[in-house]
């Protein structure tokens, strides 16, 4: 009798611990958003593990043969769980898990704007440093520095350190 009872009561703490780890996968999916394919897919890795669990307790504590005391005790143990302890795990769980997410969102955010801006100057320097090597794509349609357009800018710049706007026209 003794050896049933201590069996019965291991059975309603695999049963608590099973819906546990249900609830840990709730918590996921309520602080994260996934697809229903993930989900699905979430739950039948679940039902597996939870058979798998099963079978190896059922196997060590009773040779494998299926007891009604077992099974009452695992689902008495997830029924517990279930209506006492499990709605103020989740409703914590999720917060705390959304709360770190929101965290460590910041870093990845400010690193994805790095990243923008790097990417905005390499593309610059790419296309700085493209020009010279193929001398077809060069400026195409202007007009080549000659003499006159060379004192023209000395002229102009002479006359910006000088004070005068650059808006205006020289004469």
Request: glycine share 6%.
């Amino acid at each position: 009798m003794s050896h049933e009872l201590t069996a019965f009561a291991r059975a309603f703490f695999h049963g608590a611990v099973l819906v546990w780890v249900y609830d840990c996968l709730t918590i996921w999916r309520l602080a994260r958003k996934s697809g229903r394919v993930a989900v699905d897919l979430r739950d039948l890795l679940f039902w597996i593990f939870a058979a798998l669990y099963s079978f190896r307790y059922f196997y060590t504590v009773s040779s494998g043969s299926l007891r009604a005391y077992l099974f009452a005790g695992m689902f008495l143990g997830a029924l517990a769980w279930k209506y006492s302890l499990s709605p103020i795990y989740v409703r914590f769980g999720t917060k705390v898990l959304k709360t770190i997410g929101r965290i460590l969102n910041i870093p990845r955010n400010v690193l994805k704007k790095l990243r923008k801006r790097l990417k905005f100057k390499l593309e610059k320097c790419r296309i700085r440093l493209y020009r010279p090597l193929h001398p077809e794509i060069r400026r195409k349609g202007k007009e080549k520095r000659t003499e006159r357009t060379v004192k023209r800018s000395r002229r102009t710049r002479q006359k910006s350190k000088a004070g005068v706007p650059e808006g205006k026209k020289y004469e």
